[in-house]
Nanobody
């Protein structure tokens, strides 16, 4: 499984971005998907996850109510809609996939990773 994340960029505080994670192969529906982020000098942080079917979601406390994760199994793509962005959201965002029904919040338990996309929020 190969993951390709894109959609990052520079945005002002209060703005929005949508990240996409395109997954190769025809087994996308077998994987729970999620997003993590890592700022310079900090550990990788859980952002959001969505179950294989899309029926369940999970969010980190710092993004709850502002970010929305979704998936389109027909397009092999998961999305992270980010609204009301803050400077502290600045980080490299990584998409991840796991073989359990729901992705764990622990980065070590994800099976596959994308290359990361930079999100910079200016104040």
């Amino acid at each position: 499984v190969q993951l390709q994340a894109f959609g990052g960029g520079l945005v002002q505080a209060g703005g929005s971005l949508r990240l996409s994670c395109l997954t190769s192969g025809r087994t996308f529906g077998r994987y729970a998907m999620g997003w993590f982020r890592q700022a310079p000098g900090k550990e990788r942080e859980f952002v959001a996850a969505i179950s294989r079917s899309g029926g369940s979601t999970d969010y980190g406390d710092s993004v709850k109510g502002r970010f929305t994760i979704s998936r389109d199994n027909a397009k092999n793509t998961s999305y992270l809609q980010m609204n009301s962005l803050k400077p502290e959201d600045t980080a490299v965002y990584y998409c991840a996939a796991g073989t359990s029904w729901m992705l764990s919040r622990r980065p070590s338990e994800s099976n596959y990773w994308g290359q990361g996309t930079q999100v910079t929020v200016s104040s």
